[in-house]
């Protein structure tokens, strides 16, 4: 059972517009929501984190906005530039320190 | 820094073989993961460790051993591979804080 989804494969978005990855949870129970980068060959890099208790948190280009009655987070990266064409993972944390990790969401930035 | 160093990065196995990945951390983490990424499931923990000499099932552990002798080393072995092991495998460490660090990860095809 997938606690943790992310229902698009693939998002294409034009050089220097918004894009927005979304994510969707079934347990409510999870403290802290990530979002992590991958480029190819490489591990994934922490990007942003929130809390359960808060609703958005931003870091530059970088916002990452929760809403907990719908279980639902969204990645907001405004504007949107050619390095940012990675792989993302949205991942959740219970307790134990155990990330529960999302299929990906691959986007590409055109130029 | 070296951070998160895993060994090996490439492997091909024949079916029924074994083999140990090293996982090395010198941040002084307290939690190491296993995790195994495989297309369209995103990242799935196998097995993780809470401190040195404690080890436990994460959400895919069969076929799966792990030993945690000291707290810089997290090893994962397979005892007899088969085909539905090979997979990218990527460790990380832990602070006790939500992110994690990742290795640049192992890929292993079994033949």
């Known amino acids: 059972d997938q606690q943790v989804k992310q229902n698009s494969p693939s998002l294409s978005v034009q050089e220097g517009r918004i894009s927005i990855l979304n994510c969707d949870y079934t347990?409510?129970?999870?403290?802290?929501f990530l979002w992590y980068k991958k480029y190819p060959a490489e591990g994934p890099t922490f990007l942003i984190s929130?809390?359960?208790?808060?609703d958005k948190n931003e870091d530059g280009r970088f916002t990452v906005f929760l809403n907990k009655s719908a279980k639902h987070l969204s990645l907001h990266i405004v504007p949107s530039q050619p390095g940012d064409s990675a792989v993302y993972f949205c991942?959740?944390?219970?307790?134990?320190?155990?990330?529960?990790f999302g299929q990906g969401t691959r986007l590409t930035i055109n130029p | 820094n070296a951070g998160v160093t895993q060994t090996p990065k490439f492997r091909v196995l024949k079916t029924g073989q074994s083999m140990t990945l090293l996982c090395a951390q010198d941040?002084?983490?307290?939690?190491m993961y296993w995790y195994r990424q495989d297309p369209g499931m995103g990242l799935r923990l196998i097995h993780y460790?809470?401190?040195?000499?404690?080890?436990a099932k994460g959400e895919v552990p069969d076929g799966y051993n792990v030993s945690r002798l000291k707290k810089q080393n997290f090893l994962l072995g397979l005892e007899s591979a088969a085909p539905s092991q090979t997979s990218v495998y990527f460790c990380?460490?832990?602070?006790?804080?939500?992110?994690?660090?990742f290795g640049q990860g192992t890929r292993l095809t079994v033949v």
């Open positions: 990380a460490s832990s602070p006790g804080t939500p992110e994690a660090f």
């Open positions: 347990n409510s129970m999870f403290d802290y």
């Open positions: 991942a959740a944390i219970e307790g134990a320190q155990k990330l529960v």
């Open positions: 929130i809390s359960s208790i808060k």
């Open positions: 941040m002084n983490h307290e939690y």
């Open positions: 460790s809470v401190g040195e000499g404690t080890t």
